[in-house]
T-cell receptor, first 115, second 115 residues
Framework: AQTVTQSQPEMSVQEAETVTLSCTYD???????LFWYKQPPSRQMILVIR??????QNATENRFSVNFQKAAKSFSLKISDSQLGDAAMYFC????????????FGTGTSLTVIP | DAGVIQSPRHEVTEMGQEVTLRCKPI?????LFWYRQTMMRGLELLIY????????DSGMPEDRFSAKMPNASFSTLKIQPSEPRDSAVYFC?????????????FGDGTRLSIL
């Protein structure tokens, strides 16, 4: 079974600085999707960014970007110019492309933004 | 477009009572997922459906839990009888199996408290 590992239970960053959240995964498949979700205190799960494994170009969404290293099975999230509203729990997720449509989530990283 | 709709938003009940959580997925999505989130265990997948058929229910804690999806626009998660350890936030999510990539869209969750 696929596993997703987030090795940093907690991270903190100074406002306006940059922070990188790590995520690694285990798979034998060559094509799959990866996602980062944000869960603020309101507990909504919000999609932040997505990456298709067959694309070499790293996905970017405004201040959020990923460093996708397929050979290393690594999918880190970089948040630039951190804002107070970025404080949340961040979950990395893996989705298979073949039958099943199942998602696998990491255990999450709690990000604190220091004013 | 309406997102995933869950009801109730909060539920407080006494142990032993039957609890029914409801979910309306996004129209056109053919996969539906039920998750449980606690501080101790994080986000756990309980069960998921493809085209209204349960695919994997290995995450269902025990026989007290049951889930149904009678049609493409409605699903329930039932706990009978409920116990204090069932207290958690329960999320429903839906996803489309077509299109690349297709993330999961989450409802706002039901916060369940069993006294």
């Amino acid at each position: 079974a696929q596993t997703v590992t987030q090795s940093q239970p907690e991270m903190s960053v100074q406002e306006a600085e940059t922070v990188t959240l790590s995520c690694t995964y285990d798979t034998s498949e060559s094509d799959y999707y990866l996602f980062w979700y944000k869960q603020p205190p309101s507990r909504q799960m919000i999609l932040v960014i997505r990456q298709e494994a067959y694309k070499q170009q790293n996905a970017t969404e405004n201040r959020f970007s990923v460093n996708f290293q397929k050979a290393a099975k690594s999918f880190s999230l970089k948040i630039s110019d951190s804002q107070l509203g970025d404080a949340a729990m961040y979950f990395c997720a893996y989705r298979r492309t073949n039958t099943g449509n199942q998602f696998y989530f990491g255990t999450g990283t709690s990000l604190t933004v220091i004013p | 477009d309406a997102g995933v709709i869950q009801s109730p938003r909060h539920e407080v009940t006494e142990m032993g009572q039957e609890v029914t959580l409801r979910c309306k997925p996004i129209s056109g999505h053919n996969s539906l997922f039920w998750y449980r989130q606690t501080m101790m265990r994080g986000l756990e997948l309980l069960i998921y459906f493809n085209n209204n058929v349960p695919i994997d229910d290995s995450g269902m804690p025990e026989d007290r839990f049951s889930a149904k999806m009678p049609n493409a626009s409605f699903s329930t998660l039932k706990i009978q009888p409920s116990e204090p350890r069932d207290s958690a936030v329960y999320f429903c999510a839906s996803s489309s199996g077509t299109g690349r990539p297709s993330p999961q869209h989450f409802g706002d969750g039901t916060r369940l408290s069993i006294l």
